[in-house]
């Protein structure tokens, strides 16, 4: 059983920058591919990236150019570099597994982006 822990987010002026951290507390190499998704106040969660084992990426059309997300196996940890964050980008941050695994939501992270 894989739990994630996802931390980093905060209160961010619009143009700043956040870096996401997702810590499994099992193997994630195993997992092929791991996302970032975000849920808006009285919105739907939606996947914001991807990255496959291989190396393989997909954004969102919203955050391409912007957001940046890795991986490191020997950490067991995924990341998300956010820059030039909008007040848009404002939501509870979660990884989980792509596609999801409904056991494996966390607690996700606020990203708070003022303008």
């Known amino acids: 059983q894989v739990q994630l822990v996802e931390s980093g987010g905060g209160l961010v002026q619009a143009g700043g920058s956040l870096r996401l951290s997702c810590a499994a507390s099992g193997i994630i190499a195993s997992i092929n591919t791991m996302g970032w998704y975000r849920q808006a106040p009285g919105k739907q969660r939606e996947l914001v990236a991807r990255i496959s084992r291989s190396g393989s990426l997909n954004y969102a059309d919203s955050v391409k150019g912007r957001f940046t997300i890795s991986r490191d196996n020997a950490k067991n940890t995924v990341y998300l570099q956010m820059n030039s964050l909008k007040p848009e980008d404002t939501a509870v941050y979660y990884c989980?597994?792509?596609?999801?695994?409904?056991?494996?939501w966390g607690q996700g992270t606020q990203v708070t982006v003022s303008s």
């Open positions: 989980n597994t792509w596609p999801t695994i409904p056991d494996y």
